[in-house]
Every structure is written in structure tokens, then in C-alpha cells.
């Protein structure tokens, strides 16, 4: 019998997004469901409101300019599209960062490994896409860190992305790595995504053109949100 699918419905395929509990990913074991999920319906709260955008700030795309003093490290640009199955552009909708700073530190009170802190660089920024879909953040290339998961583990450099609909339901959150980094092979959570060719599409990709001269190198990370060249995602546990 032939399965009837919804016309353009384009389904997610196996192996683009990692599973809850990850042998390699120590942590997860802890945090995975052990027992079969009960699905909830979604209540008329969950699925039309609030809206999550709240105030924007002027300089909340920009993490370099946000204290008194100049962050330390090398500047960046990041940017991209957010897209959805169709490759239509995805406007208005709220797009979140935070990473840790050119150290691999992040400015956290859990975070107490002994690199410096940057009192200019707080490492979080949000900013709506516009009306084509495209984003735009100016901040410092993160440094990797130590992370305790096994014998010598550093996570590479990356950059936390959430992006949020218009209901609590629709809150998506990934990571953005950087090319070409030597710790890819020994990073179970990167290692997690099943797929290599999704696991590529966590990679942003440097951007001579978007360089600003002088002052920032530039990385496109493009977001799709559904559907067969869908950027992995987090599962909710």
C-alpha cells in the first residue's frame, strides 16, 4: 500500500536530527527520558500566544559594542537566512545567540574554568529577521573549551542559535560551528547528528564577500526550519 502524504509536506529525513540519549554524550543519559513520552495536546495558550519577540534592542545584534570597553578577540560577522521547507524566507521571526567568548569562556557563574574573562563580552544577542528572512549578528570568534564529557574532551568552536515562532511550541534550538575545525572527529554532540550531510549543514561557511574590510571576517550560516534539507535540531526531552 502507498502512504498518502499531505501535498507539499516534505518530512524531516532520518539521521538529520540527534536522538535524546547519545551513548558518546554522557549527560544525556541523565536527561533522556527513560519511560514512553505522553504527548500533550496543545491548548489554545500554546499554539496563538504570546508572542515571544519582546523589545529588541538597538545594539543587541552587535555582542562587540554592548559594554563601555572593546571586546577582545577577533570580530566577526555572522549571518544568514531563515527558511522554511518551501525555501520561502521566514520574516519577523526572533533569532537568539550566545556563545562563550575568545578564551572558550563563558560568562556564566558555572562556568569557572580557569580561562580569562572578558568583561566586554557578555556573549548573548537577538535580533528579528526582516522581512526577506535574513539575519545579521556582529560579535567575536569563540574559543573551544574543556567540557569533562571524557579523557582530553574540548568542544569546538561554536555558536548557540535559538529561534522562536510565534507560540511557546515553536522554539528551535541548534548550534553553528565553524570549517574546517581539528576537534569535529572527538565531539560526540556534533557526532550525535546521524547524518553527514546534515551534520554539514551545522557548519557555516566562511564569506569573503560578506567580509567587512579591515575589521571583521564574515560567516553564512543559512536556517531551515522543516523538511528534507532541514538544519538538525535539538530534541526536546
Known sequence: MTSIQPVGYRPVPDGTN??????????TGLRAPSQPLVVLRDRLTEVTG????????????DLT???AGEAIGQRIVVFGQVRD???RAVPDTLVEVWQANAAGRYAHARDNWPAPLDPNFSGGGRVLTDSSGHYSFTTIKPG?????????AWRPAH????LFGRAFTQRLVTQMYFPDDPLFAQDPIFNSVPDEK???????TFDL??????WALAFRFDIVLRGREQTPFEEHS
Open 18 to 27: 540527534p536522538p535524546l540519549a547519545f551513548e558518546g554524550y554522557k549527560s
Open 159 to 162: 555558536i548557540h542559535f535559538s
Open 209 to 214: 564577500d560578506a567580509t567587512r574590510p579591515d
Open 65 to 67: 559594542t554592548q559594554h
Open 144 to 152: 573551544a573549551y574543556p567540557w569533562g564529557n571524557h579523557h582530553n
Open 85 to 87: 521547507s518551501d525555501g
Open 50 to 61: 504570546p508572542l515571544l519577540t519582546g523589545p529588541i534592542g538597538t545594539g543587541d545584534h
Open 198 to 204: 546534515a551534520r554539514q549543514r551545522m557548519i557555516s
